[in-house]
């Protein structure tokens, strides 16, 4: 429906463009203002288009990522499940072996009890022996001590066979829950880094669709004034046309007066569009940041940038795209890299406003040397797609989709496995 607005915009343009070599200096030059605009506006909306494919690719990516990262989770789940059904079995296992082993010693012990223990004192093997009455009597208790002896050995060699099974299914059962809590906190991480996947495609395909419909609606707004201006200027030639037909039918004194009108007329229109024009020029909003990034010295511009970064954890939802053009820097609205400009940028230090910009700025340092201050980047969507400010001990500041400006942790599985060492110190 837009487009076919525009179409017909464009056409009445067109259509009437063969009235200009009629129109005063200062119409044409209005005119041609006004077409500037529309060019620029146009040519604003097709780089957007442009963008809008890039980021359709991006989404693409991010769909197979997000799919592969299910998939992982999927497998992780399956394979914490099989474990959990592994621990249950060696629980049972362990349960039976104890409940042997538990049994034996009781048979022991009153087995032991019923040959060691007569009367009131203890007999041993030997005084059983000794207490034979005849030597058929010696020989059948040197029979039955040899068998119960036998027994007993057998019994405790048995023993000794299943205490060391329990010993080992109790290590493998240490081994399959540490294998639980490792495959549990990998499908947190894996679940951590879906929810930063899915935020950042909604953020994407949020920021791509408002930027257009922003820029289709100036369009079609310019295309109106164009109309409108148009239509005015069409106006004013009929009603100048009439004024000279009425001038050619009367006396050469009106005709006199006529033309003098008309001077005032044309000096009236000129200084009216001339004062349009100059209004047009003030409206142009002015890119005041400095071409030229710079980075001034000292720890207190570090300080500077991190404390005014903190002053918004936790209240700064993160705004996909928020860079020089749609920052919104009064409610504190940004992307990634806006927000390390904003920060920086209390502090005196101008720096670019995207992660293509900082990662160039600056001077490479290792991750074994950054220090508090300098920018960190991670690869999310893209090589470097992302950058906070550094402030030691392991954790960084940052505007990121799932929590806006807040302090992490690069040990957090998802940071971890996104930094490939890329930092740079934009401040010595």
């Known amino acids: 429906m837009k487009k076919k607005l525009l179409s017909i915009c464009l056409t009445s343009v067109i259509g009437a463009s063969v009235l200009f070599s009629t129109f005063s200096s200062s119409a044409v030059f209005a005119n041609e203002e006004l077409d500037q605009k529309i060019e620029k506006k146009k040519e604003e909306i097709s780089t957007l288009q442009q963008r809008e494919e890039e980021m359709k690719e991006l989404v693409e990516k991010l769909d197979a990522k997000v799919e592969e990262t299910n998939a992982k989770i ?115 991480g894996l679940k951590e880094e879906l929810t930063y996947q899915i935020n950042d495609k909604k953020s994407m395909l949020a920021a791509a669709k408002q930027q257009q419909d922003s820029a289709n609606a100036d369009l079609v707004d310019l295309e109106n004034q164009k109309s409108i201006w148009l239509d005015k200027e069409k106006e004013k030639q009929q009603k100048a046309e009439a004024q000279k037909q009425i001038a050619k039918e009367t006396t050469k ?96 230090v101008n720096l670019g406003w995207s992660t293509s910009e900082l990662v160039n700025q600056g001077r490479a340092v290792s991750a074994s040397e950054m220090k508090r201050g300098d920018l960190v980047f991670f690869d999310t969507y893209k090589t470097n797609g992302h950058v906070g400010i550094y402030l030691g001990n392991g954790t960084f500041l940052n505007d990121n989709s799932s929590h806006g400006v807040s302090i992490d942790s690069m040990s957090n599985s998802y940071w971890k496995s996104h930094f490939s060492g890329v930092v740079r110190r934009v401040v010595e």
């Open 74 to 188: 999927k497998d992780r789940e399956k394979d914490v499940a099989k474990t959990k059904d592994e621990v249950k079995a060696l629980e049972e296992k362990i349960a039976d072996v104890k409940k042997k082993i538990e049994a034996r010693y009781k048979m022991l012990e009153k087995r032991a009890r019923s040959i060691q223990q007569s009367g009131n004192g203890v007999t041993t093997y030997i005084d059983v022996l000794l207490g034979a009455e005849s030597f058929g009597d010696f020989v059948d208790r040197t029979v039955t001590l040899a068998k119960i002896v036998d027994a007993d050995k057998s019994i405790l060699d048995q023993q000794k066979e299943d205490i060391k099974t329990l010993e080992d299914s109790q290590a493998q059962l240490n081994d399959k829950l540490a294998k639980i809590q490792t495959e549990l906190k990998e499908i947190e």
């Open 253 to 348: 004194e009106k005709e006199s007066s006529s033309e003098k009108s008309s001077e005032g007329k044309t000096t009236s229109t000129t200084s009216t569009a001339s004062a349009a024009s100059t209004t047009a020029v003030k409206e142009e909003k002015a890119d005041t940041t400095p071409a030229t990034p710079v980075s001034k010295q000292g720890s207190g511009a570090i300080e500077t940038a991190i404390s005014t970064g903190s002053s918004i954890v936790g209240n700064s939802p993160y705004k996909w795209g928020g860079g020089r053009t749609s920052a919104d820097i009064k409610n504190r609205l940004f992307d990634c890299s806006a927000f390390v400009h904003w920060a920086y940028a209390s502090a005196g």
